[in-house]
């Protein structure tokens, strides 16, 4: 199991940035995949982004392609989702997770067995 704790959300305009932030303990982070998720209100929990453990491999739903990144410090225990570009259809609750035990890659929610406790993200028009 493995601990998470995400930062850096907030209120932000149309066409800004936010990088968020999910630091992590226990199971050893350095050789575990990582992923973004979010849930705006009323929808269903969506795939964001993931890093493989290396951080030398990402990959991205189609609707942030291009204006999110992610990435990863080992040296930190920390994952990063640099968000630009911001959009309101953005705003949502932004989740990091960890998969569970054996997985590799996966956008699928349930694939994973971690997550933080979620942290705003509003963009307004």
């Known amino acids: 199991q493995v601990q998470l704790v995400e930062s850096g959300g907030g209120l932000v305009q149309a066409g800004e940035s936010l990088r968020l932030s999910c630091a992590a303990s226990?199971?050893?982070?350095?050789?575990?995949?990582m992923g973004w998720f979010r849930q705006a209100p009323g929808k269903e929990q969506e795939f964001v982004a993931g890093?493989?453990?290396?951080?030398?491999?990402?990959y991205y739903a189609d609707l942030v392609k291009g204006r999110f990144t992610i990435s990863r410090d080992n040296a930190k225990n920390t994952i990063y989702l640099q968000m630009n570009s911001l959009k309101p259809e953005d705003t949502a609750v932004y989740y990091c997770?960890?998969?569970?035990?054996?997985?590799?890659?996966?956008?699928?929610?349930?694939?994973?067995?971690?997550w933080g406790q979620g942290t705003q993200v509003t963009v307004s028009s």
């Open positions: 890093i493989n453990y290396s951080g030398s491999n990402t």
């Open positions: 997770a960890a998969p569970k035990e054996g997985i590799y890659y996966s956008e699928q929610r349930g694939d994973f067995g971690s």
């Open positions: 226990g199971r050893t982070f350095s050789t575990s995949t």
